[in-house]
């Protein structure tokens, strides 16, 4: 069984809120969620930079003998996730070639503005206590 990390930004709430609800789903725990803003995170995880984390998702991806890793970033983070927890089977369709650019762009747009777009649909832009559940 193939297994992943997800490095998400815990001062998100819609980030958060994603984890939460794929964590739920989580029941083979396939998926392992670490907040790239704990204060540990640097020993713990040194190939992979914060910095670039919090521009864009990144996720870890582990064959199924734990062998060979793949890096993710951005929307095949959250196709992959969801296709392991068995959901949204839907969003193989953002990774098909000429959509997959468009969705790419869009996500790009949205991971820059995350705060702006969490106030919206939210009212809050980040939070100081979320955590997945």
Request: hydrophobic letters at 40%; glycine letters at 4%; one cysteine or more.
């Amino acid at each position: 069984m193939e297994k992943m990390i997800i490095f998400f930004d815990g001062s998100c709430p819609l980030c958060v809120a994603e984890m939460n609800q794929l964590r739920k789903l989580n029941n083979q725990h396939q998926l392992q969620f670490e907040d790239i803003l704990v204060p540990d995170f640097n020993q713990r995880f040194p190939d992979i930079s914060k910095e670039k984390a919090s521009t864009v998702l990144h996720g870890l991806l582990f064959s199924q003998t734990g062998s060979e890793q793949q890096l993710l970033l951005g929307l095949d983070v959250s196709y992959k996730a969801w296709n392991l927890v068995g959901k949204k089977k839907w969003l193989k369709i953002l990774r098909l070639p000429v959509i997959r650019i468009v969705a790419d762009k869009a996500y790009l747009f949205f991971a820059r503005n995350r705060y702006r777009i969490s106030y919206l649909l939210t009212g809050k832009s980040r939070c100081n206590s979320c955590s997945i559940d």
